[in-house]
């Protein structure tokens, strides 16, 4: 008969009989991850040599003389209202939304693992003080809390690069972010606490800072900061995206996914009027209100007017949110797997 059990590992396994099973990760899932990584960070390192590759057509500040060009061997992906090269575009956009989500993932991990150490290992009136600093955070939501710190900012920022005002607010999109992390670590150690397992480490000898370090965060805190870093890597990017879309975010000369999308919003116009037209040719064509002729020519002259350009930062967002999600699943899946077979 089958029986869910709750193991030491905090995974619930499927034992039948004397077997017990576990979800593996599988080949397909393995190949997306990791080959979804190498692309995203080759685009991150092609950057460097973008330069280079400019006399091919990949700088993502020249403008050509044709807007709103087709795919082709010049123009892998076309180019955008502007004439600029949509896959150098995306290549630069890229790099700009890994580095966001390194900070971002920086600070959570930082601001993280030093709250739940706070309110996990040590008592009294610390941990009531990180405690409500929960509590605060919790309160307002994050969106709304960037955005008033955006207008701080910029009174501060007035007159400076702006790609560094927005730097620090990815920074604090991290720091917002990390009570999830910090009350993981706290419940970690409170069990801990309960098996006894801090007092006798302390009893042998052993120095708090090796404790909190090598035993706590390395060998029983480090799979959920893993699996927690990588979720964190795919929000930031959504949120850089969030922001820089609704103008509080990446400025000229860098380039990003959301400055795409809001640079290319006459492109989703355009589109829409067009699709609106097709649909308006097809009841025509339906009910035989104009010729075969006259709507052929039309939907061939609307047609021209869909532009494809802007639904590439929107395919290159979705794919890398779910890409760290996925791997954040795969991280969890093997450590619980090795976990279990130890």
């Known amino acids: 008969m089958a029986v869910i059990s709750q193991q030491p590992t905090q995974m619930r396994i499927l034992e039948i009989g004397a077997q017990s099973t576990v979800s593996k990760n599988s080949p397909w899932r393995q190949w997306f991850v990791f080959c979804g990584l190498g692309l995203f960070v080759g685009a991150f390192l092609l950057v460097f040599v973008l330069e280079l590759v400019a006399k091919d057509g990949l700088n993502p500040h020249k403008f050509h003389s044709n807007r709103w060009a087709q795919i082709g061997t010049e123009h892998w992906l076309g180019t955008d209202q502007n004439g600029r090269d949509v896959f150098a575009l995306l290549v630069s956009g890229a790099y700009t939304s890994f580095l966001m ?6 600070a959570f991990f930082i ?5 739940g150490v706070l309110s996990g290992y040590f008592s009294g009136w610390l941990r009531n003080f990180v405690n409500t600093i929960f509590r605060v955070i919790h309160t307002f939501p994050i969106l709304l809390l960037l955005l008033i710190l955006t207008i701080l900012t910029d009174l501060f920022f007035y007159g400076r690069p702006s790609n560094t005002k927005f730097l620090i607010l990815m920074a604090l999109f991290g720091v917002f972010s990390s009570p999830k992390l910090a009350e993981m670590i706290r419940g970690r150690i409170l069990s801990l606490k309960e098996r006894a397992f801090i007092e006798s480490a302390t009893a042998l000898g052993l120095s708090h800072k090796k404790i909190i370090f090598r035993h706590i965060l390395w060998l029983e805190c480090r799979s959920l900061i893993f699996v927690q870093c990588a979720y964190m890597m795919g929000q930031a990017i959504l949120m850089e ?7 509080f975010g990446v400025e000229y000369p860098l380039t ?10 006459d ?4 589109t829409t009027i067009a699709f609106n037209q097709v649909g308006v040719l097809l009841i025509d064509w339906w009910t035989g209100a104009k010729h075969g002729d006259v709507i052929a020519r039309d939907f061939d002259t609307w047609m021209e007017f869909i532009r494809y350009q802007p639904f590439f930062p929107i395919f290159a967002i979705a794919i ?3 890409l760290f999600g996925e791997f954040a699943r795969y991280l969890s899946d093997r450590y619980r797997i090795e976990t279990n077979d130890s």
Do not use: I, K
């Open 241 to 247: 995206t969030t922001l820089t879309y609704l103008n």
């Open 256 to 265: 990003s996914w959301g400055l795409m999308l809001r640079q290319m919003q």
């Open 267 to 270: 492109g989703f116009r355009d």
């Open 111 to 115: 601001f993280g693992t030093a709250l």
């Open 101 to 106: 989500s390194v900070v971002s993932t920086l």
């Open 320 to 322: 890398a949110v779910l």
